[in-house]
Every structure is written in C-alpha cells, then in structure tokens.
C-alpha cells in the first residue's frame, strides 16, 4: 500500500493561538503520523499515512481552524516517507531569523474559561489568570518568537502538576496553553494603599476594592495592557475627583459594564455595535446615549451624545464586576488609562505606584510582568461603511498586519507628533504599532522607543529605511535621523497630509492615482504653512503627487494659544472678513477674554505670531467659537465635538462653499461658510440650524470640489483621511455624497483616519520609494 508524506509550511496568525495543538488533534482524527514544530518560516507540518487520510487532513486544517488562527500562505510539497514512524507529535520550536508567523493580538475571555471560574468547584472559581488556547493575552506578555512559555512574561512561574497535565494533554483545550496557570503555580493579586502597604492578598484584595469602589475610591488596577484608573460610574463626586487629580476636566471617560444587557440600558445599541462590543477584541465602543445613561454621572461625558462603553475582557474585570453588583451597586465603573493625561499609561507596579501616587487612594497589583504597554481601543461603527472607525487602535488589534498592494523592503515609519504610532513593514504587511502618545510630552519618547524594540524582536526584522514627517522639529523626526545615523541607513521626509492619504491606500490595497482630501487640524506643509484642509492628487504606483487645492487660509493670532483657545480663532475671522460687533448680538468671549480680545487685532494687523493655516479642524474650532459652543478647550476636538452635537438634523439648508480657481493652489473659500454662520446669528438664527448648515455646506464645498478635480485629472477614485473623518456626520455622509458623484471612495477601516495613520503611510510610501529606486530624488 502506497504511502505519502506531505509538509505544510503555514505562515500567519498560527503562534500562541492553540494552532499545534489543533494539529495535533485532527492528526489523531485523521489516523495520520508525523510532527508539527514552530520555527522562523511559519509552523512546519509533515504528515503520513494512504493518501486519502493525507488529503483528508489537509482539508481539515484549512477548514476547522481555531477561532483565533489565520492562515496567510499554506506551501504544501511531497516529501520522501519514513519507515519507522508510528505516531504524531509536537515538536520543540526552533528558534532563528525571519520569522513568518503572525503573533496574536490580546483578546477576551472566552466563554469555557467564564464558565470554570464561576463554577465554585472548579479549582480556577475566581481566580483573575484563567486562560486556555483561545483566549488570554499574547502580545502584552510575548518576548520574543518562536511563541513559547519561556518566550513569555509567564517563564518564571512553574507549572504545577495538574496545570501539567492539561499542557500535555492534546485533548485538554489548555493543551500548550503557553499562559496556562491557575492559583496553586499562577499570578495572583494584592491590594496596597497609596503607600504600597500590601492590605489583602488574592479573593480578599478583590472584595476589598469592589467594597472600596463603592465607598467612592479612586483605585489603580493593572490589567493587560497596563493600568487603568477605576472609580463607580454613578458616582459624581467620585468621577470628579478622578478628572482633578487626573488633570482631565471635560475629555469623555469609558464605562465598563458586565454585559450586553447592562450595556443596552445606557447607550442605544445597533446590531453592529453589539458585535464589536461583544467580540474577542472588546474594544471601547462610542454608541448613543439612552435616557437611562442619566444613571450615570453626569461628567462621563459631558459634551457629546455618546457613550464610550466596554465588556470586561479579563478574568479580573470579570470577577471585580461581579463582586461590585453583590455591593448593591450598579455594576458601572470608570475605566480610564492609568496615568496623567498626556503621559504613557504605567507598565510595572513600582511604576504606578509612583506615577499615580496622588491620583489613586488603592492599588490593585499581580506578579505577571506586562512587556509591552496597549491602551483600550477605541471604535465608533461608521454607516456610510457598515465597518468600525477606529479612533484609537490598540489592545486587541495590534499587532495585527495591513496587508500592502506591493511587496517590498522593511521601511519604519516613525509618525506624526500628535496621536503617535509607527509601522515596520516586512515583505507585503504593514505592522502599525499601538497607540503611544502625544510626542511632545518627553515621558513618551521612551515608549516610542520600547515600541521599536518589541516589534523588531517579535517581527525580526531591521528596517533599511527610515521615513518621518516633514517637520523639521517633530521629535519623531529627530528619533528618525539619529536611528538612521546609528544605523547607518538613509532617512527622508514625507509631508504630513500626502502620508494621511498613502496610508488610505495602503490599507485599501490600491495602487491607482486617487484625488485625496485630508482633512484634520495640522500639518507643516511644504510652503512651511500649516496645512489640514487640502486637496491632493496622489499616484501611488508611480508616487506623483501635487496639492491642487486648499481651504481658504485662516491666522491663528499666538499661534499654539488659538488652539487651545478657538475665540482667537473666531476673532481672526472675523478680522479677515472686516466685520464689526453686530448691536444684537455680543461676541461669546467678551465676558472672559475681553481684554485680550481687544489687543487682538494689532497682532493680526502686524503678523506677529499669527502663522496661517488651511486647516478644517481649526475652521470647526473658529465656527464653534462664534457660536458660543467653545471659548476655550480641554482636549483635542472638543469644539468639534460640542458642535457635531449641536446640529438640527431635521435642517436641509446649507451654506455657500464655492472653489477658486484664480490661485494655484486653488481655494475651497471656506470663508463662505464663515459669513453664513456670521449673517445667521446676526438674525438670531437658531444654533441647531447654523450647526447643520455649516456641515452641510462643507460637505457640499469638498464634494464639488473632488468631482471638479477628478474630472479634470481622469480619476475615479476619492481618498479620505484625517481626524475630521472621525467625526459621524462627515465620516457617514460625506462618501455618500461623493457617491452621488459618480466617484469611488477608500476609507479607513483598518488604522484610525487620525494622525495614528500617518506611520502606516510614511511606511508604505518609503517602501514604494525604494522598490522604485528613487530614493535619491
């Protein structure tokens, strides 16, 4: 009887996610022999027995994966049979260079693992580590690949003998579970006061915070990725002790809950808000307010209409929920990243317990080391796509690729300066990092470089171009060019808004010319201006691009002072349009900045720091100011978001938004849409109506704009990006206007359309660059 062996190399997500073990079992179904190993290439497989039992398996592995596995590339050969084999096995990994395996992302805890730690029987009833192969987290706790245990943050606890015996039991679904540990040989918890005086070990330290919790405490409580800062939900006082001591007076904060039911009395769920809230990433999900959110504390979410709302995705959080309904409690608590705004969230337990020190009263600890820093990921479901918009991507999705329309060279993107990431790229795939920060906080730079790291080691692979922002002072740019000396590789530059739109495409998989608009609040542009509200023409088979257009440039009079103070903004309008004070109706700011208001003027008159700007973030701000919405800020886009809110959704007027051409670049007069808003508050219009009719007239202004363009140019397709596109009724109704144009449009659906995206494009264009041979352009 003829026999036949057949190897499989498997590259993809198939590391860490009970991949051999699945192996393993179908092997045994299929009565085959052989052995599967990890290694650098992917996982190995070789297979032997009559032909039709070799078939069989091979049709098993590809359509009975584990829910968290993914196949990428499945090479498969005949290779010469062994006599002497008579069983399956795994094999130890072999570890080496070029790596090909997809590590997996953190994710839920699934529901096998739920149902042993509510079962008071079960040796793993409550305790806050219970993990199997699908479940549990892998990129906070993995070193380094070939994934195994003593690659992980769980090397140094040693498996007791009943944890033994699942590992080595291929029916077990534990069965090497690299993170497998339960309370005899596993982590376990602690609670200190501020001082780190341990006050109650394991159960107890649980029961202690959720009382603790519900006696008003601001508790810091490490989790997966890090620290969150938790405090009841319900309670006011102690929501606004949490924002004082966290320095976070108005920004919106996440809700955790226990489940969709409870999750269905506080926001207005759709079917596809459930499912992502609900699934194994468990991102924070931003849905509509219910009138039961007034259970809540009235400062979660002050300025908006939403609600960001999660499920518990850990054992801890599972058990902590739990216990805080058995107070008597509503089971709401906030759950914000542990640190100080703007700041890294902390990683070890010495470090919060200095960092937060003065922000929390209690601190929930465990001994299992998290390795690498992930913050929640944060996604509002977008209509005009049906898919998420990210508004942060992290914990959950990172470090999952975007797959590139090109193979290529490694290239680092080192990102923007705001809303930070960076992406390696390796071959056809794209790795954005994690969320990191605001690099202008100097605590962050150390997390960019913790980050490069991580995923050089996971990844293997050492970039052979470095490509940054155009900005000369960025201190991403700085970062790029003293890697690029140590290293001794090339480093260029990529205006901001042209990376917003190669990073559409690449995640888009499009190589074609594309009009795009990139739309958000800053950008240092190539006529040293700051750019945000700009129309491109971008080719990204043969990377020509030209800006063919501009919003209508606005002074920002004391330059970063007009960001954080949009009046400024709205005065400087107000300026150029040369008008006056109206007899009804008095500038909202007076009361507050009269004095500066009143010196305004000569510093417009003069250009004295007082940069000009294209910017569609600083236009929302300025028109939010003159509404009276927003004299000052808090927090990126909060004028933006007060102004979103206040719109009349039954209103169908819309302002003026015409295209100049005289100029080159051409100008969208946006201005236009000033002087509306202006003539519609000197008639004391109502506010609901003016809010509306601006969006309206905008979205009008950029879609004949792009139609005019495309058009002109032969293009089809319309590229959207920017943080502007995070707000609904642009990132919903401004494709479906261009649809109506007749123009395809690529959106973000992978990476955030916020400055997080620009690493991805940075990276993909650099990889372009190179495969072009035109790095010396």
């Not at 987290?137 to 007791?160: G, K, Q, V």
């Not at 606004?240 to 001591?245: A, G, S, V, Y």
């Not at 820093?373 to 959950?396: E, H, I, Q, Y």
């Not at 490509?467 to 530059?493: C, M, N, S």
């Amino acid at each position: 009887m003829s026999v036949t062996r057949r190897r499989y190399t498997i590259t993809g997500q198939v590391q860490g996610v009970g991949f051999r073990p699945f192996v393993f079992r179908i092997a045994l179904e299929n009565s085959v022999t052989g052995t599967v190993r990890n290694s650098p290439e992917g996982v190995i497989i070789e297979v032997q027995s009559q032909s039709a039992r070799v078939q069989a398996f091979g049709e098993d592995l590809t359509a009975k994966l584990p829910p968290l596995a993914r196949i990428v590339t499945l090479e498969q050969e005949d290779v010469a049979a062994l006599e002497d084999e008579t069983e399956f096995s795994i094999l130890h990994s072999t570890a080496g260079q070029g790596n090909s395996v997809l590590i997996s992302p953190d994710v839920a805890t699934c529901e096998d693992c739920l149902a042993d730690m509510h079962d008071p029987q079960n040796p793993r009833y409550r305790y806050p580590f219970t993990n199997c192969t699908n479940c549990g987290p892998r990129y906070t706790i993995t070193r380094s690949i070939p994934y195994d245990r003593p690659a992980t943050s769980m090397a140094c606890f040693e498996l007791c003998p009943d944890c033994r015996e699942e590992y080595e039991n291929p029916l077990d679904r534990r069965f090497h579970a690299q993170p497998n540990a339960c309370p005899e040989c596993g982590p376990h918890v602690w609670l200190t006061d501020e001082s780190g005086e341990t006050t109650a070990e394991r159960q107890e330290a649980l029961e202690r915070l959720a009382f603790e919790l519900a006696a008003g405490k601001v508790a810091a409580v490490k989790g997966l990725g890090g620290f969150h800062l938790v405090c009841d939900a319900c309670n006011e006082q102690a929501v606004q002790t949490l924002r004082t001591r966290k320095n976070r007076p108005d920004k919106p904060l996440a809700v955790m809950v226990p489940d969709t039911a409870t999750a269905r009395t506080i926001a207005a769920l759709t079917p596809e808000e459930e499912e992502q809230l609900s699934g194994i990433q468990r991102p924070i999900v931003l849905a509509a307010k219910t009138g039961h959110a007034s259970s809540l504390a009235p400062s979660i979410a002050p300025d908006t209409n939403f609600i960001g709302i999660m499920l518990p995705y850990t054992p801890l959080h599972n058990i902590l929920l739990e216990l805080y309904a058995a107070t008597g409690n509503t089971p709401a608590l906030v759950m914000t990243s542990g640190n100080m705004s703007s700041e890294p969230i902390c990683l070890g337990n010495r470090e919060a317990l200095e960092r937060l020190h003065g922000i929390a009263d209690i601190f929930l600890l465990h001994d299992r080391d998290i390795l690498i820093r992930c913050d929640d990921s944060v996604v509002r479901m977008n209509p005009a796509t049906g898919k998420p918009l990210f508004m942060r991507r992290a914990r959950g999705f990172t470090p999952s690729p975007v797959f590139l329309p090109h193979d290529g060279p490694t290239v680092l993107g080192t990102g923007p300066e705001l809303k930070c990431t960076l992406t390696l790229t390796k071959k056809d795939q794209a790795f954005p990092s994690q969320h990191i920060g605001d690099m202008e906080n100097l605590s962050v730079h150390g997390f960019h470089g913790e980050i490069l790291e991580h995923l050089e080691s996971i990844l293997q692979v050492s970039p052979e171009l470095i490509v940054h922002d155009l900005h000369p002072d960025y201190a991403t740019t700085t970062t790029a060019r003293q890697l690029a000396e140590q290293r001794g590789i090339p480093a260029r530059a990529l205006q901001h808004h042209y990376a917003h739109i190669h990073a559409v495409l690449a995640e888009n998989k499009f190589s074609g010319p594309v009009i795009g608009l990139a739309l958000d609040g800053t950008g240092y542009g190539e006529d040293k201006t700051i750019w945000g509200g700009e129309c491109l023409y971008v080719d990204n088979e043969s990377l020509e691009h030209e800006r063919m257009a501009r919003f209508a440039h606005i002074p920002l009079p004391g330059g970063e002072a007009a960001v954080r103070e949009p009046w400024r903004i709205a005065q400087a309008m107000l300026h150029g349009l040369d008008r006056k004070e109206p007899t009804n109706y008095r500038w909202p700011w007076l009361d507050e900045f009269e004095t500066q208001s009143r010196l305004l003027p000569q510093l417009l008159e003069r250009g004295i720091n007082s940069p000009l700007t294209s910017s569609c973030g600083r236009l929302f701000d300025g028109v939010a100011a003159l509404m009276g919405l927003a004299n000052a800020i808090s927090y990126e886009g909060q004028a933006a978001i007060r102004l979103e809110r206040a719109q009349d959704m039954d209103e169908c007027g819309a302002y003026d938004c015409p295209l100049t051409t005289d100029d080159q670049p051409a100008v969208l007069d946006t201005m236009q849409l000033v002087l509306g808003v202006l003539e519609d508050l000197e008639r004391n219009e109502d506010i609901g109506r003016i809010a509306r009719r601006f969006h309206l007239g905008l979205i009008n202004g950029l879609t004949n704009m792009a139609a005019a363009f495309a058009e002109v140019l032969g293009v089809e397709h319309v590229a959207l990006s920017g943080g502007v596109m995070q707000n609904l009724t642009m990132a919903s109704e401004l494709p479906l206007a261009l649809e109506m144009q007749g123009l395809q449009v690529l959106s973000h659906t992978r990476v955030s359309p916020n400055d997080g995206c620009i690493s991805l494009g940075q990276a993909a264009w650099g990889q372009r660059l190179l495969a072009l041979g035109r790095l010396d352009d």
